[in-house]
T-cell receptor, first 108, second 116 residues
Framework: GNSVTQMEGPVTLSEEAFLTINCTYTATGYPSLFWYVQYPGEGLQLLLKATKADDKGSNKGFEATYRKETTSFHLEKGSVQVSDSAVYFCALRRQLTFGSGTQLTVLP | GAVVSQHPSRVICKSGTSVKIECRSLDFQATTMFWYRQFPKQSLMLMATSNEGSKATYEQGVEKDKFLINHASLTLSTLTVTSAHPEDSSFYIC????????????FGDGTRLSIL
């Protein structure tokens, strides 16, 4: 079956630090991959997506590249801000299978 | 962009009460809606998938008589937690999709359910 393995948190960084949150998946075929962000007390918002191998999704300074050879979709941002503090979920397919979520806290 | 409205955002009620949560797609036709449950500091667990006009498909371990799902139109799905007990307290999130295939879902803001 489908599964998503996500880097365990929590992750605490200083403002302007480089962020990487690892995500690997197991699935048949070539599923679409997504990163969602959840701010405290809210639902999920789509952050970015990639639908095929070597696609790079990007939004708000965040990027992730669909790597078929390593079955990975790691989330990166070159310089995080305090406002990026949230829980980040990696997910695959339309009927989403979620990773466990990574709590990110950015300190000023 | 597409918007999904979930109501109510918070419910506090006594044990034994049935609670209905609504999920509406505001500017698109949602052929499929999903209901998730999220425990504190944990990921989302898919409870069921509902397609307009047909019975919901429940995930293993989810009691269909406990969590009644109705998807009567292309813009509305409801989740009713019947005879709720404290262990049903959780954050419930709905999402909707307007296409077949690997398209992203649009999420509601969630409902915090607290059973006393």
């Amino acid at each position: 079956g489908n599964s998503v393995t996500q880097m365990e948190g929590p992750v605490t960084l200083s403002e302007e630090a480089f962020l990487t949150i690892n995500c690997t998946y197991t699935a048949t075929g070539y599923p679409s991959l997504f990163w969602y962000v959840q701010y405290p007390g809210e639902g999920l918002q789509l952050l970015l997506k990639a639908t095929k191998a070597d696609d790079k999704g990007s939004n708000k300074g965040f990027e992730a590249t669909y790597r078929k050879e390593t079955t990975s979709f790691h989330l990166e941002k070159g310089s995080v801000q305090v406002s990026d503090s949230a829980v980040y979920f990696c997910a695959l397919r339309r009927q989403l299978t979620f990773g466990s979520g990574t709590q990110l806290t950015v300190l000023p | 962009g597409a918007v999904v409205s979930q109501h109510p955002s918070r419910v506090i009620c006594k044990s034994g009460t049935s609670v209905k949560i609504e999920c509406r797609s505001l500017d698109f036709q949602a052929t499929t809606m999903f209901w998730y449950r999220q425990f504190p500091k944990q990921s989302l667990m898919l409870m069921a998938t509902s397609n307009e006009g047909s019975k919901a498909t429940y995930e293993q371990g989810v009691e269909k008589d406990k969590f009644l799902i109705n998807h009567a139109s292309l813009t509305l799905s409801t989740l009713t937690v019947t005879s709720a007990h404290p262990e049903d307290s959780s954050f419930y999130i709905c999402s909707a999709s307007d296409r077949i295939g690997n398209q992203p879902q649009h999420f509601g803001d969630g409902t915090r359910l607290s059973i006393l």
